[in-house]
């Protein structure tokens, strides 16, 4: 697999400086990239990897180009570039557009064009997968559930029934997408399980991770919006509404019905209280419980930074005393005034 | 589907206010109904909400039935009223009791009347399905293991070799019962995995969620009572035994030995060491790190309230400082009193 | 299955006191075991126990000897006895070394002797099994990848494409290995896919945990060292390279291109931040937020102890106000120099 560099800078619409005849074959970063390869300069923190970069070629932006020694594509945003030039490097097997003769497909289903059900596979009653939708070995599609076009399910995902997931989508393995909410009635102690009847519903051009779960409403859907990227080991509980465009790393959590607006980004292991509202534009760093609504976008946290764990200890102890500690600061103001 | 208002307190055991005939044909909250639709009055907040609601009926406690404009079914507890409700409208497809020809079933396992086995579901030697059981599809029961009366496996769930599950109990998709304990003892630097020669026992009427992980034990079982409900992707370790009734939001994770005692109830992300014993009845709320046995029952928590990052930042520097402000207050308040 | 006391000590190569002929049928605690059962012990803590215990004989220190008054073991390393004791009494079915009818192997595939492929197991093209290994039912074994000799794939193990796993190591159930990783480019406002070409590269002796992710490499491969032991729901993102003899309890989760090195244990719900680098020999506390590298070894913390809620939230209330705080004991401080 290689290109030259003038068919790579057609393919991004960007000028080049260098040989348009240099085989451009695979990609990596300024510092570990090996001849032959095209690298970027995204992040000016790495400039100086220009001087000693091995890569055949780099995309960089303008200003920066007077500093490459290499061969160069010129863009604006030289990230950008580098993510739409993965695509041409992509070793991502391609679906074969076959029905495999151990796929179990119900004969209410609807099967488009060009749809690939892999080895294993299962859908139900009244599914519908649409044209060139991939479902992948072991994966399942649930009653009445719809997979649309040109949407990839990995190995082993499951989708309950009840669940529309729109077009152009990546699932990927061990995903879980309309299981129950987790709702219970308690009686006299013990807890009554509330059926959950609501479904979920997916726009186009979202990935949803490795492992990650996504539970059905308890009486509407759960809804995740368009252009929505979710990370690995997610958890979107029953109800839960997420904008478009918005990307959530590994590990995030959000509970019932809290609605999150457009283009919020939530970085790993964040919990999300239940009946909250984000609004558009939120950031959440690493790690933070979010237990109250948002209402002016910027950046929020909680926690305690790392320590020594000695040091932590006394800190910790400390953390227990802090209003005490307040109340004596304040004694000591009214004596001082005193 | 739809159930006459007089049909549906006959099964709630109520009395109702209204048309007998009217026909309700679906579950809504307060604000999200639509005419036809049943809904309910738990928590007072939302009292207001009986102005404008577009219900057809709302199960309600009798103290606020004046202030209902629809017709009303009147219950002690309109919550559990609605859980009950909820199965008659429950969507999820009902097995077909068929033994799928793609199943794959040891010749010595033992499977009860009117089991469901999905495709592609596999029973090994000497596993028991009990009778009215469902095996979902890719779904896989060990060897030796007990699959209860009435329980339900989803796709794609693995149980190991030696595990039990009771009767009348859910297990989530993706849900990973049997897996091995982390257990390794150090030996110069390497570890030496110590096999997990314990098994699980899982009592009636749980629901184990998406994606959660069960370690089977190291020597002894593994134990989860009756009645336990627990969400997804929660981790239980080796050896840990949870009384009856409790429940467990998603990303909790119990490490090895924790003995949780009767009707405990752990919020999202909580994480409790090894080792420890968590009284009966006790509450620890959402990422609370529980580092000691909780002796008295009541509510727990660990961890910081949100701010603004730039404010945070602030508090977070100054927590490792904690110690260092505490002795300064007392140096005050000694020359304060001197 | 039983051996006698003078067959567990040859396997140990230790020396032991008691009956020759004394069966042992089994493992137990101190505390749990039962007559005919083999104890040990490792934790001081428990010395007492050796007064009541049931057990009929204990692997033990020569230095305890006198005070155990059942048959005896005698090792250096207690611990590391038991461990490699439990590989006698193991309960894990042994792989039958057939390929199962409803396997499905592609022709391009290579499969070692003695190789076990459960029933649905699925093999793709180029795709390399090893001599021993093991590929438990519902298994998928993607494009160009390859699982070492006896090496063991549990059930419902996805193994995406360009994956390497090494010798003698152990995939428990649901781990997904080869996910993409989290990668995209911001385009005003839309996210654009990063394709992840690089792949997964795992050493020998390793375990992964259930439902453990492990995502491939942007541009080179994201890498595991030899003797690395994962517990469950562990998050490896993209290019994060771990070295040997690592171990990392549940739910811990480490950011992309970080660089852990060798014999580091982290304990559970740990998060570690992308780019970073931890040294040999670091511990981590549960679930602490590692921010920065970490250059000198140790033990590390963040977070806040466990209190009561009630109390808990004046200490976070408190916490809030530190800055505040800390400048007001700065101005009394120059008040009472004053």
Chains 1, 2, 3 share one sequence.
Request: negative net charge; proline residues 2%.
């Amino acid at each position: 697999m290689s290109f030259t560099l003038e068919k790579i800078a057609d393919y991004l619409d960007a000028k080049f400086i260098g040989d348009p005849e240099l085989e451009i074959c695979g990609l990596g970063t300024l510092s570990a990239a090996e001849p032959g390869q095209l690298s970027f300069l995204a992040n000016l923190a790495y400039k100086d990897q220009l001087d000693t970069t091995k890569a055949s070629a780099v995309i960089i932006h303008s200003r920066q180009v007077d500093d490459c020694k290499t061969a160069a594509i010129i863009l604006d945003n030289p990230y950008l570039g580098y993510a739409k030039v993965s695509e041409l490097f992509d070793t991502l097997p391609n679906p074969d557009s076959n029905i495999h003769h151990s796929a179990v497909v119900s004969s209410s289903a609807t099967i488009g064009r060009n749809v690939t059900l892999g080895p294993n596979s299962v859908v139900e009653d009244n599914a519908i997968i649409a044209d060139n939708a991939v479902i992948g070995s072991g994966s399942v599609v649930g009653v009445n559930s719809r997979i649309g076009e040109g949407t990839r399910l990995h190995h082993n995902v499951s989708i309950y029934h009840d669940v529309v997931i729109g077009n152009q989508s990546i699932i990927h393995s061990g995903a879980i997408i309309g299981s129950d909410g987790f709702g219970f009635a308690n009686n006299k102690g013990q807890w009554v399980k509330i059926c959950q009847i609501g479904g979920v519903l997916i726009g186009d051009n979202t990935e949803i991770g490795a492992n990650t779960t996504i539970d059905r409403g308890a009486m509407s859907d759960t809804k995740i919006g368009n252009g929505v990227k979710l990370d690995n080991q997610i958890q979107i509980a029953h109800n839960v509404e997420i904008g478009d465009h918005c990307a959530m790393a590994a590990g995030t959590m959000i509970a019932g019905s809290t609605k999150i607006g457009n283009c919020c980004t939530l970085a790993g292991g964040v919990g999300v209280a239940g009946h909250l509202s984000i609004v558009d534009g939120s950031h959440v760093t690493a790690l933070t419980l979010v237990t109250k609504s948002i209402t002016e976008p910027g950046s929020y946290s909680s926690g305690t930074a790392m320590s020594k764990t000695s040091e932590w200890r006394k800190s910790a102890a400390r953390f227990r005393q802090l209003d005490d500690m307040a109340k004596r600061i304040k004694v000591l103001e009214k004596a001082s005034e005193g």
